[in-house]
Protein backbone atom coordinates (compact mmCIF):
# COMPACT_ATOMS: atom_id res chain seq x y z
CA UNK A 1 0.00 0.00 0.00
CA UNK A 2 2.34 2.86 -1.32
CA UNK A 3 0.05 6.22 0.09
CA UNK A 4 1.72 9.23 -1.39
CA UNK A 5 0.03 11.92 0.35
CA UNK A 6 -0.05 15.50 -1.09
CA UNK A 7 1.05 17.70 1.86
CA UNK A 8 3.07 15.57 4.60
CA UNK A 9 2.02 15.37 8.05
CA UNK A 10 3.41 17.72 11.00
CA UNK A 11 2.87 15.52 14.13
CA UNK A 12 4.70 17.94 16.33
CA UNK A 13 2.49 20.66 15.04
CA UNK A 14 -0.86 18.72 15.45
CA UNK A 15 0.37 17.75 18.76
CA UNK A 16 -0.62 21.66 19.63
CA UNK A 17 -4.16 21.02 19.20
CA UNK A 18 -4.01 18.44 21.70
CA UNK A 19 -4.65 19.42 25.57
CA UNK A 20 -3.46 15.98 26.74
CA UNK A 21 0.35 16.36 26.21
CA UNK A 22 0.27 19.25 28.22
CA UNK A 23 0.25 16.91 31.14
CA UNK A 24 3.06 15.13 32.40
CA UNK A 25 2.71 11.00 34.42
CA UNK A 26 5.11 10.07 36.88
CA UNK A 27 6.99 13.42 36.07
CA UNK A 28 7.42 12.52 32.22
CA UNK A 29 5.74 13.71 29.24
CA UNK A 30 2.89 11.09 28.04
CA UNK A 31 3.81 9.04 25.40
CA UNK A 32 0.48 8.09 24.23
CA UNK A 33 0.62 4.54 22.28
CA UNK A 34 -2.96 3.58 23.25
CA UNK A 35 -5.02 5.07 20.23
CA UNK A 36 -6.27 1.77 18.77
CA UNK A 37 -8.00 1.71 21.79
CA UNK A 38 -9.28 5.27 21.73
CA UNK A 39 -7.80 8.81 20.34
CA UNK A 40 -6.88 11.61 22.24
CA UNK A 41 -9.57 14.81 21.35
CA UNK A 42 -8.03 18.02 19.49
CA UNK A 43 -9.00 21.44 21.22
CA UNK A 44 -10.99 22.16 18.09
CA UNK A 45 -13.87 19.38 18.38
CA UNK A 46 -13.76 20.07 22.44
CA UNK A 47 -14.63 24.12 21.07
CA UNK A 48 -17.60 22.73 18.73
CA UNK A 49 -18.83 20.73 21.36
CA UNK A 50 -18.76 23.22 24.33
CA UNK A 51 -20.08 26.30 21.66
CA UNK A 52 -23.58 23.99 20.85
CA UNK A 53 -24.34 23.24 24.30
CA UNK A 54 -23.46 26.82 25.13
CA UNK A 55 -25.30 28.37 21.81
CA UNK A 56 -27.37 25.80 20.00
CA UNK A 57 -29.22 22.93 22.45
CA UNK A 58 -32.73 21.89 22.80
CA UNK A 59 -33.88 18.46 22.21
CA UNK A 60 -33.62 17.89 18.47
CA UNK A 61 -36.42 17.16 16.20
CA UNK A 62 -39.91 17.96 17.57
CA UNK A 63 -39.09 21.69 18.87
CA UNK A 64 -40.88 24.10 16.75
CA UNK A 65 -38.87 26.72 18.29
CA UNK A 66 -36.02 28.55 17.21
CA UNK A 67 -33.42 26.98 19.39
CA UNK A 68 -34.87 23.42 18.76
CA UNK A 69 -34.37 24.30 15.18
CA UNK A 70 -30.79 25.49 15.20
CA UNK A 71 -30.02 22.20 17.56
CA UNK A 72 -31.82 19.51 15.10
CA UNK A 73 -29.86 21.34 12.12
CA UNK A 74 -26.42 20.92 14.07
CA UNK A 75 -27.41 16.86 14.12
CA UNK A 76 -28.22 16.57 11.01
CA UNK A 77 -24.98 18.40 9.43
CA UNK A 78 -23.05 15.80 11.19
CA UNK A 79 -25.15 13.19 9.59
CA UNK A 80 -23.92 14.52 6.25
CA UNK A 81 -20.05 14.73 7.69
CA UNK A 82 -20.66 10.95 8.35
CA UNK A 83 -22.23 10.59 4.56
CA UNK A 84 -19.50 12.23 2.66
CA UNK A 85 -16.83 10.87 5.08
CA UNK A 86 -18.20 7.23 3.97
CA UNK A 87 -19.11 8.56 0.27
CA UNK A 88 -22.20 6.92 1.40
CA UNK A 89 -25.16 7.57 -1.32
CA UNK A 90 -27.60 8.97 1.21
CA UNK A 91 -28.25 10.71 4.57
CA UNK A 92 -31.09 8.53 5.65
CA UNK A 93 -28.90 4.95 5.61
CA UNK A 94 -26.54 7.06 8.14
CA UNK A 95 -27.76 5.73 12.02
CA UNK A 96 -25.96 7.72 15.01
CA UNK A 97 -25.62 4.90 17.57
CA UNK A 98 -23.58 5.27 20.37
CA UNK A 99 -20.23 3.04 18.92
CA UNK A 100 -19.41 0.06 16.40
CA UNK A 101 -20.33 -2.58 18.68
CA UNK A 102 -24.13 -1.11 19.08
CA UNK A 103 -23.74 -0.60 15.71
CA UNK A 104 -23.27 -4.33 15.10
CA UNK A 105 -25.48 -5.51 17.58
CA UNK A 106 -28.20 -3.53 15.58
CA UNK A 107 -27.61 -5.39 12.34
CA UNK A 108 -26.97 -8.53 13.98
CA UNK A 109 -30.78 -8.09 15.98
CA UNK A 110 -32.69 -6.05 13.69
CA UNK A 111 -31.47 -8.27 10.42
CA UNK A 112 -30.26 -11.20 11.94
CA UNK A 113 -32.87 -12.73 14.42
CA UNK A 114 -35.83 -12.15 11.75
CA UNK A 115 -33.55 -13.68 8.76
CA UNK A 116 -31.62 -16.31 9.78
CA UNK A 117 -32.39 -20.30 10.74
CA UNK A 118 -31.02 -23.43 11.17
CA UNK A 119 -28.76 -24.64 7.79
CA UNK A 120 -27.87 -20.75 7.42
CA UNK A 121 -24.29 -19.92 8.09
CA UNK A 122 -22.50 -16.64 9.99
CA UNK A 123 -19.14 -16.81 8.88
CA UNK A 124 -16.45 -13.90 10.53
CA UNK A 125 -12.85 -14.29 10.83
CA UNK A 126 -10.41 -15.42 13.68
CA UNK A 127 -9.01 -11.80 13.94
CA UNK A 128 -12.33 -10.19 14.78
CA UNK A 129 -12.33 -7.74 17.95
CA UNK A 130 -15.35 -9.62 20.15
CA UNK A 131 -17.52 -6.39 19.29
CA UNK A 132 -17.91 -7.98 15.48
CA UNK A 133 -18.00 -11.82 16.83
CA UNK A 134 -20.23 -11.95 20.10
CA UNK A 135 -23.00 -10.80 18.27
CA UNK A 136 -22.75 -12.60 15.60
CA UNK A 137 -22.11 -15.85 17.92
CA UNK A 138 -24.80 -14.65 19.92
CA UNK A 139 -27.42 -14.65 17.19
CA UNK A 140 -25.92 -17.50 15.21
CA UNK A 141 -27.23 -19.72 18.56
CA UNK A 142 -30.22 -17.96 19.26
CA UNK A 143 -31.76 -18.63 15.42
CA UNK A 144 -29.56 -22.16 15.35
CA UNK A 145 -27.60 -20.99 12.41
CA UNK A 146 -24.37 -22.36 12.08
CA UNK A 147 -21.32 -19.92 12.91
CA UNK A 148 -17.59 -20.54 11.13
CA UNK A 149 -14.60 -18.75 11.51
CA UNK A 150 -12.14 -17.67 8.42
CA UNK A 151 -8.76 -18.82 9.80
CA UNK A 152 -5.26 -16.87 9.57
CA UNK A 153 -1.98 -17.90 8.06
CA UNK A 154 1.18 -17.32 9.57
CA UNK A 155 1.51 -13.57 8.74
CA UNK A 156 -2.26 -12.84 10.72
CA UNK A 157 -4.09 -12.58 6.78
CA UNK A 158 -7.34 -14.07 6.30
CA UNK A 159 -7.35 -17.89 4.55
CA UNK A 160 -9.17 -16.91 1.74
CA UNK A 161 -9.03 -20.13 0.55
CA UNK A 162 -11.19 -21.50 2.30
CA UNK A 163 -14.59 -19.58 2.11
CA UNK A 164 -15.43 -22.48 -0.67
CA UNK A 165 -14.90 -25.12 1.86
CA UNK A 166 -16.65 -23.09 4.61
CA UNK A 167 -19.94 -22.44 1.89
CA UNK A 168 -20.20 -26.35 1.30
CA UNK A 169 -21.52 -26.46 5.15
CA UNK A 170 -24.66 -24.52 4.25
CA UNK A 171 -26.15 -21.10 3.46
CA UNK A 172 -24.26 -18.35 3.74
CA UNK A 173 -26.38 -15.57 4.92
CA UNK A 174 -24.04 -13.05 6.80
CA UNK A 175 -20.16 -12.46 6.12
CA UNK A 176 -18.56 -9.73 8.65
CA UNK A 177 -14.99 -8.94 9.66
CA UNK A 178 -13.25 -5.88 10.35
CA UNK A 179 -11.77 -4.04 7.77
CA UNK A 180 -8.36 -3.30 9.75
CA UNK A 181 -7.53 -5.52 12.71
CA UNK A 182 -7.43 -4.03 16.26
CA UNK A 183 -5.11 -6.57 17.21
CA UNK A 184 -1.97 -7.02 14.14
CA UNK A 185 -3.23 -3.90 12.26
CA UNK A 186 -3.76 -6.35 8.82
CA UNK A 187 -5.82 -4.77 6.03
CA UNK A 188 -8.37 -7.01 4.95
CA UNK A 189 -9.62 -7.69 1.84
CA UNK A 190 -13.26 -6.19 2.30
CA UNK A 191 -13.96 -6.30 -1.40
CA UNK A 192 -13.26 -9.64 -1.92
CA UNK A 193 -15.25 -10.48 0.84
CA UNK A 194 -17.76 -8.74 -0.41
CA UNK A 195 -18.57 -10.10 -3.81
CA UNK A 196 -18.03 -13.47 -2.20
CA UNK A 197 -21.21 -12.99 0.03
CA UNK A 198 -23.07 -11.37 -2.55
CA UNK A 199 -22.44 -14.34 -4.72
CA UNK A 200 -23.71 -16.77 -2.36
CA UNK A 201 -26.95 -13.93 -1.32
CA UNK A 202 -24.94 -13.24 1.81
CA UNK A 203 -25.20 -9.72 3.57
CA UNK A 204 -21.22 -7.99 4.20
CA UNK A 205 -21.17 -6.27 7.50
CA UNK A 206 -17.90 -4.53 7.71
CA UNK A 207 -16.66 -3.29 11.13
CA UNK A 208 -14.79 0.14 10.36
CA UNK A 209 -13.83 1.02 13.56
CA UNK A 210 -10.50 0.30 13.09
CA UNK A 211 -9.90 1.70 10.07
CA UNK A 212 -12.45 4.99 9.90
CA UNK A 213 -10.05 7.10 11.81
CA UNK A 214 -6.93 6.30 9.81
CA UNK A 215 -7.84 5.66 5.74
CA UNK A 216 -10.00 6.99 3.72
CA UNK A 217 -13.29 4.71 3.76
CA UNK A 218 -15.96 4.07 0.39
CA UNK A 219 -18.60 1.96 1.11
CA UNK A 220 -19.38 1.98 -2.59
CA UNK A 221 -15.87 0.66 -3.39
CA UNK A 222 -15.88 -2.05 -0.28
CA UNK A 223 -19.12 -3.08 -1.80
CA UNK A 224 -20.95 -4.09 1.64
CA UNK A 225 -23.78 -3.33 3.08
CA UNK A 226 -22.94 -2.27 6.51
CA UNK A 227 -20.79 -0.75 8.02
CA UNK A 228 -19.83 0.48 11.68
CA UNK A 229 -17.76 3.24 13.19
CA UNK A 230 -16.99 4.56 16.14
CA UNK A 231 -16.21 8.74 16.87
CA UNK A 232 -14.07 8.11 19.68
CA UNK A 233 -11.66 6.36 17.67
CA UNK A 234 -11.07 9.03 15.51
CA UNK A 235 -10.87 12.50 17.56
CA UNK A 236 -14.59 12.38 18.00
CA UNK A 237 -16.31 12.35 22.03
CA UNK A 238 -17.10 9.10 23.32
CA UNK A 239 -20.39 7.92 23.39
CA UNK A 240 -21.60 7.87 19.45
CA UNK A 241 -20.75 5.92 16.35
CA UNK A 242 -22.70 5.46 12.93
CA UNK A 243 -23.95 2.63 11.53
CA UNK A 244 -24.24 2.57 7.41
CA UNK A 245 -26.75 0.60 5.86
CA UNK A 246 -28.30 -0.13 2.53
CA UNK A 247 -31.81 1.99 2.74
CA UNK A 248 -33.23 -1.30 0.96
CA UNK A 249 -31.98 -3.53 3.83
CA UNK A 250 -32.81 -0.90 6.63
CA UNK A 251 -36.55 -0.01 5.30
CA UNK A 252 -37.12 -4.12 5.15
CA UNK A 253 -35.75 -4.70 8.87
CA UNK A 254 -37.68 -4.86 11.96
CA UNK A 255 -36.19 -1.92 14.18
CA UNK A 256 -33.47 -2.37 17.22
CA UNK A 257 -34.75 -0.17 19.74
CA UNK A 258 -37.74 1.36 20.35
CA UNK A 259 -39.94 3.95 22.17
CA UNK A 260 -39.64 7.83 21.18
CA UNK A 261 -39.34 8.99 17.99
CA UNK A 262 -38.43 6.20 15.94
CA UNK A 263 -42.16 6.12 15.42
CA UNK A 264 -44.78 7.07 12.93
CA UNK A 265 -47.95 6.20 15.21
CA UNK A 266 -48.34 4.85 18.30
CA UNK A 267 -52.16 3.04 19.02
CA UNK A 268 -53.42 1.62 21.73
CA UNK A 269 -52.84 -1.92 20.37
CA UNK A 270 -49.51 -1.24 17.97
CA UNK A 271 -47.46 0.96 16.71
CA UNK A 272 -45.95 2.19 12.86
CA UNK A 273 -42.06 3.01 12.57
CA UNK A 274 -40.97 6.23 11.76
CA UNK A 275 -38.81 6.63 8.43
CA UNK A 276 -35.29 5.91 7.91
CA UNK A 277 -32.98 6.85 9.76
CA UNK A 278 -35.22 7.88 12.95
CA UNK A 279 -36.72 4.14 12.81
CA UNK A 280 -33.73 3.13 14.45
CA UNK A 281 -32.78 6.17 16.68
CA UNK A 282 -35.09 5.58 19.37
CA UNK A 283 -34.95 8.45 22.47
CA UNK A 284 -33.02 11.73 22.68
CA UNK A 285 -30.15 11.06 19.88
CA UNK A 286 -26.11 11.77 21.61
CA UNK A 287 -26.87 15.24 20.11
CA UNK A 288 -23.54 17.04 21.20
CA UNK A 289 -21.32 14.14 20.69
CA UNK A 290 -22.98 13.86 17.06
CA UNK A 291 -21.63 17.64 16.88
CA UNK A 292 -18.67 16.80 17.87
CA UNK A 293 -18.36 13.96 15.44
CA UNK A 294 -18.72 15.91 12.78
CA UNK A 295 -15.87 18.46 13.85
CA UNK A 296 -13.55 15.50 14.11
CA UNK A 297 -14.60 14.60 10.70
CA UNK A 298 -13.66 18.12 9.66
CA UNK A 299 -10.87 18.54 11.64
CA UNK A 300 -9.15 14.45 10.12
CA UNK A 301 -10.46 15.99 6.40
CA UNK A 302 -8.37 18.78 6.90
CA UNK A 303 -5.03 16.94 7.57
CA UNK A 304 -5.80 14.67 4.87
CA UNK A 305 -6.43 11.04 4.93
CA UNK A 306 -3.65 10.19 2.96
CA UNK A 307 -1.55 12.17 5.47
CA UNK A 308 -2.36 10.53 8.00
CA UNK A 309 -2.34 6.82 6.35
CA UNK A 310 1.20 7.54 5.29
CA UNK A 311 3.00 9.04 8.56
CA UNK A 312 1.16 6.05 9.93
CA UNK A 313 2.66 3.32 7.67
CA UNK A 314 6.13 5.21 8.38
CA UNK A 315 5.64 4.96 12.22
CA UNK A 316 4.78 1.36 11.87
CA UNK A 317 7.84 0.26 9.42
CA UNK A 318 10.03 2.49 12.05
CA UNK A 319 8.48 0.52 14.91
CA UNK A 320 8.90 -3.04 13.63
CA UNK A 321 12.64 -1.64 12.42
CA UNK A 322 13.36 -1.07 15.94
CA UNK A 323 11.88 -4.12 17.72
CA UNK A 324 13.45 -6.90 14.97
CA UNK A 325 16.70 -5.21 16.66
CA UNK A 326 15.75 -6.87 19.71
CA UNK A 327 16.13 -10.22 19.42
CA UNK A 328 13.80 -10.89 22.62
CA UNK A 329 10.95 -9.61 21.51
CA UNK A 330 8.71 -11.30 18.91
CA UNK A 331 6.04 -9.28 17.04
CA UNK A 332 3.37 -10.51 15.15
CA UNK A 333 1.14 -9.56 12.06
CA UNK A 334 2.00 -8.93 8.37
CA UNK A 335 4.76 -7.00 7.25
CA UNK A 336 4.71 -2.66 7.65
CA UNK A 337 3.65 -2.44 4.01
CA UNK A 338 0.17 -4.31 4.77
CA UNK A 339 -0.58 -2.94 7.69
CA UNK A 340 -1.99 -0.10 10.05
CA UNK A 341 -0.35 1.71 12.42
CA UNK A 342 -0.42 -0.96 15.14
CA UNK A 343 2.49 -2.85 16.28
CA UNK A 344 1.46 -6.72 18.92
CA UNK A 345 4.30 -7.97 20.73
CA UNK A 346 5.94 -9.66 23.17
CA UNK A 347 8.76 -9.55 25.41
CA UNK A 348 10.44 -13.35 26.12
CA UNK A 349 9.57 -14.43 29.72
CA UNK A 350 7.62 -11.18 30.62
CA UNK A 351 4.21 -10.65 30.95
CA UNK A 352 2.23 -8.07 29.03
CA UNK A 353 1.15 -6.76 32.03
CA UNK A 354 4.12 -5.74 33.42
CA UNK A 355 5.83 -4.59 30.25
CA UNK A 356 3.10 -2.10 30.55
CA UNK A 357 3.27 -1.34 33.99
CA UNK A 358 7.15 -0.89 33.66
CA UNK A 359 6.77 1.39 30.69
CA UNK A 360 3.90 3.48 32.47
CA UNK A 361 6.31 4.77 35.09
CA UNK A 362 8.49 6.20 32.19
CA UNK A 363 5.01 7.71 30.73
CA UNK A 364 4.52 5.31 27.90
CA UNK A 365 1.24 4.53 27.37
CA UNK A 366 0.56 0.60 25.37
CA UNK A 367 -2.35 -1.55 26.14
CA UNK A 368 -1.84 -4.98 27.22
CA UNK A 369 -4.08 -7.95 27.40
CA UNK A 370 -5.77 -9.88 24.86
CA UNK A 371 -7.57 -6.43 22.77
CA UNK A 372 -11.06 -8.07 23.17
CA UNK A 373 -10.01 -11.13 20.45
CA UNK A 374 -9.74 -13.54 22.81
CA UNK A 375 -9.63 -16.46 19.70
CA UNK A 376 -7.03 -15.01 18.12
CA UNK A 377 -5.16 -15.23 21.22
CA UNK A 378 -5.58 -18.94 21.01
CA UNK A 379 -4.58 -18.68 17.41
CA UNK A 380 -0.97 -16.67 18.25
CA UNK A 381 -0.50 -19.28 21.06
CA UNK A 382 -0.45 -16.62 23.75
CA UNK A 383 -3.08 -15.19 26.93
CA UNK A 384 -2.05 -11.60 25.80
CA UNK A 385 0.03 -9.30 23.88
CA UNK A 386 1.83 -5.80 23.94
CA UNK A 387 -0.21 -3.07 21.70
CA UNK A 388 1.53 0.24 20.42
CA UNK A 389 -1.05 1.70 18.26
CA UNK A 390 -0.44 5.14 16.64
CA UNK A 391 -2.28 7.90 15.14
CA UNK A 392 -1.62 11.62 13.09
CA UNK A 393 0.25 13.14 16.80
CA UNK A 394 2.10 10.12 16.99
CA UNK A 395 6.16 10.79 16.87
CA UNK A 396 8.88 8.82 16.57
CA UNK A 397 10.34 10.36 19.78
CA UNK A 398 7.28 8.14 21.14
CA UNK A 399 8.51 5.25 19.80
CA UNK A 400 12.04 5.10 21.01
CA UNK A 401 11.26 6.26 24.46
CA UNK A 402 9.19 2.57 23.94
CA UNK A 403 12.09 0.84 22.73
CA UNK A 404 14.19 1.99 26.03
CA UNK A 405 11.41 1.19 28.25
CA UNK A 406 11.84 -2.31 26.60
CA UNK A 407 15.20 -2.84 27.64
CA UNK A 408 14.68 -1.51 31.29
CA UNK A 409 12.33 -4.36 31.21
CA UNK A 410 14.30 -6.73 30.02
CA UNK A 411 17.06 -5.62 32.63
CA UNK A 412 14.27 -5.52 35.42
CA UNK A 413 13.07 -9.45 34.22
CA UNK A 414 16.59 -10.13 32.56
CA UNK B 1 12.13 4.07 46.74
CA UNK B 2 10.20 5.13 43.95
CA UNK B 3 6.87 3.46 42.52
CA UNK B 4 8.81 1.27 40.05
CA UNK B 5 11.57 -0.17 42.44
CA UNK B 6 8.66 -1.34 45.16
CA UNK B 7 6.26 -2.90 42.62
CA UNK B 8 9.18 -5.17 41.31
CA UNK B 9 11.49 -4.99 44.30
CA UNK B 10 13.50 -8.42 45.15
CA UNK B 11 11.06 -10.38 46.83
CA UNK B 12 8.37 -10.20 44.34
CA UNK B 13 10.44 -11.00 40.88
CA UNK B 14 12.30 -13.60 42.95
CA UNK B 15 9.00 -15.13 43.75
CA UNK B 16 8.13 -15.33 40.46
CA UNK B 17 11.01 -16.16 38.77
CA UNK B 18 11.50 -19.05 41.66
CA UNK B 19 7.85 -19.72 42.55
CA UNK B 20 7.41 -21.75 45.82
CA UNK B 21 5.12 -25.03 45.61
CA UNK B 22 4.79 -24.72 42.06
CA UNK B 23 3.40 -27.48 40.31
CA UNK B 24 -0.30 -29.28 40.52
CA UNK B 25 -0.35 -32.03 43.40
CA UNK B 26 -1.42 -35.75 42.27
CA UNK B 27 -3.53 -36.32 43.80
CA UNK B 28 -5.07 -33.80 46.13
CA UNK B 29 -8.11 -33.03 48.32
CA UNK B 30 -8.98 -30.28 46.70
CA UNK B 31 -8.18 -28.25 42.99
CA UNK B 32 -9.87 -25.58 41.25
CA UNK B 33 -8.88 -23.41 38.67
CA UNK B 34 -9.08 -19.59 37.75
CA UNK B 35 -9.03 -16.75 34.97
CA UNK B 36 -8.58 -12.92 35.06
CA UNK B 37 -10.62 -11.82 32.42
CA UNK B 38 -9.13 -8.80 32.08
CA UNK B 39 -5.62 -9.64 31.48
CA UNK B 40 -6.09 -13.42 31.04
CA UNK B 41 -4.24 -14.30 33.93
CA UNK B 42 -4.74 -18.13 35.21
CA UNK B 43 -4.37 -20.11 38.35
CA UNK B 44 -4.88 -23.83 39.15
CA UNK B 45 -3.87 -24.10 43.07
CA UNK B 46 -4.67 -28.18 44.78
CA UNK B 47 -4.30 -29.04 48.29
CA UNK B 48 -3.97 -32.00 50.47
CA UNK B 49 -6.04 -31.80 53.82
CA UNK B 50 -4.11 -34.02 56.81
CA UNK B 51 -6.86 -34.36 60.09
CA UNK B 52 -8.84 -31.30 60.83
CA UNK B 53 -8.50 -30.47 57.27
CA UNK B 54 -5.10 -28.52 57.75
CA UNK B 55 -3.42 -27.80 54.37
CA UNK B 56 -0.76 -29.96 54.34
CA UNK B 57 1.01 -29.36 50.84
CA UNK B 58 -0.10 -26.89 48.50
CA UNK B 59 0.62 -26.20 45.00
CA UNK B 60 0.13 -23.88 41.98
CA UNK B 61 0.46 -23.65 38.40
CA UNK B 62 -0.20 -20.88 36.01
CA UNK B 63 0.40 -18.39 34.25
CA UNK B 64 0.34 -14.62 34.12
CA UNK B 65 2.17 -11.00 35.93
CA UNK B 66 4.40 -10.97 37.65
CA UNK B 67 1.75 -10.16 40.43
CA UNK B 68 -0.84 -12.48 40.06
CA UNK B 69 2.17 -15.64 40.09
CA UNK B 70 4.30 -14.10 42.80
CA UNK B 71 1.24 -13.57 45.15
CA UNK B 72 -0.14 -16.98 44.87
CA UNK B 73 3.96 -18.13 45.29
CA UNK B 74 3.49 -16.54 48.47
CA UNK B 75 0.12 -17.27 49.66
CA UNK B 76 1.15 -20.82 49.34
CA UNK B 77 3.90 -20.46 51.69
CA UNK B 78 1.10 -18.78 54.04
CA UNK B 79 -1.55 -20.81 54.15
CA UNK B 80 0.52 -24.16 55.02
CA UNK B 81 -0.52 -25.25 58.59
CA UNK B 82 -3.63 -23.74 58.36
CA UNK B 83 -7.00 -25.66 58.30
CA UNK B 84 -9.48 -25.33 55.42
CA UNK B 85 -11.83 -23.16 56.92
CA UNK B 86 -9.00 -20.40 58.44
CA UNK B 87 -8.01 -20.27 54.80
CA UNK B 88 -11.65 -19.77 53.30
CA UNK B 89 -12.12 -16.52 55.63
CA UNK B 90 -8.77 -15.46 55.22
CA UNK B 91 -8.55 -11.47 54.38
CA UNK B 92 -7.20 -10.44 51.22
CA UNK B 93 -5.01 -7.77 53.41
CA UNK B 94 -3.31 -10.30 55.13
CA UNK B 95 -1.82 -11.57 52.20
CA UNK B 96 -1.29 -7.54 50.17
CA UNK B 97 0.71 -6.79 53.76
CA UNK B 98 2.78 -9.74 52.37
CA UNK B 99 3.41 -8.22 49.45
CA UNK B 100 4.15 -4.86 50.60
CA UNK B 101 3.43 -2.85 47.80
CA UNK B 102 0.73 -0.11 46.45
CA UNK B 103 -1.47 -1.71 43.76
CA UNK B 104 -3.75 -0.11 41.69
CA UNK B 105 -7.60 -1.37 41.19
CA UNK B 106 -6.42 -3.44 38.50
CA UNK B 107 -3.30 -4.94 39.79
CA UNK B 108 -5.05 -5.81 42.94
CA UNK B 109 -7.25 -8.26 41.33
CA UNK B 110 -4.08 -10.15 39.65
CA UNK B 111 -2.38 -9.88 43.42
CA UNK B 112 -5.72 -11.79 44.65
CA UNK B 113 -6.28 -14.04 42.06
CA UNK B 114 -4.78 -17.49 43.59
CA UNK B 115 -6.52 -16.64 46.34
CA UNK B 116 -9.58 -16.65 45.28
CA UNK B 117 -9.14 -19.99 43.39
CA UNK B 118 -7.72 -21.14 46.79
CA UNK B 119 -11.04 -20.41 48.45
CA UNK B 120 -12.82 -22.39 45.67
CA UNK B 121 -11.18 -25.09 45.72
CA UNK B 122 -12.03 -25.24 49.54
CA UNK B 123 -15.60 -24.79 48.59
CA UNK B 124 -15.88 -27.44 45.58
CA UNK B 125 -14.17 -30.16 48.48
CA UNK B 126 -14.80 -28.71 52.23
CA UNK B 127 -17.89 -26.77 51.37
CA UNK B 128 -16.20 -23.49 53.10
CA UNK B 129 -17.33 -19.98 52.16
CA UNK B 130 -16.79 -18.77 48.34
CA UNK B 131 -14.68 -16.23 47.77
CA UNK B 132 -15.55 -12.79 48.53
CA UNK B 133 -13.16 -11.12 46.49
CA UNK B 134 -15.09 -12.26 43.24
CA UNK B 135 -18.70 -11.50 43.94
CA UNK B 136 -20.89 -13.80 41.71
CA UNK B 137 -17.98 -14.48 39.50
CA UNK B 138 -17.02 -17.28 41.86
CA UNK B 139 -20.62 -18.76 41.88
CA UNK B 140 -20.78 -18.82 38.26
CA UNK B 141 -17.54 -20.92 38.30
CA UNK B 142 -18.78 -23.72 40.52
CA UNK B 143 -22.21 -23.69 38.34
CA UNK B 144 -20.01 -24.81 35.22
Known amino acids: MAVRADKKLDAHRLRADFPIFEQTFHGKPLAFLDSAASSQKPRQMLEEMTAFYETSYANVHRGVYALAERAT ?19 REVIFVRNATEAINLVAYAWGLSNLKPGDLVVVSELEHHSNFVPWQYVAHRTGAGF ?6 DHGELRLEELDTIAADGDVKVVATGVVSNSLGTVNPVEALSTWAHEHGAIM ?69 GDLPHKFEAGTAPMAEAVGFGAAIDYLNEIGFDAIEEHEHELAGYALGKLSELPWVTSYGPPADRRAGIVSFNVDGVHPHDVAQILDFDGVAIRAGHHCCQPLMRKLGVAATNRASFYLYTIPDEIDRLVEGLHKVRRTFG | MGEFDQLYRELILDHYKNPRNHGVLEPSDAQAEGQNPLCGDEVTVSVRLGDGDVIEEVGFEGRGCAISQAATSMLTDLVKGRTAQD ?7 ELLEELGIPLTPVRLKCAILGLGVLKLALHKAKGTPLPDEWGTAARDLVLE
Not at chain 1, 213 to 235: E, N, Q, T, Y
Not at chain 1, 237 to 258: D, I, Q, Y
Request: net charge negative.
Open chain 1, 73 to 91: EALELARTKVQTLLNAPSA
Open chain 1, 148 to 153: RMISLD
Open chain 1, 205 to 273: VADGAQSAPHVKMDVRALGCDFVAISAHKMCGPSGVGALWGKAELLERMEPFLTGGHMIRAVGDDATTW
Open chain 2, 87 to 93: VAVMEKD
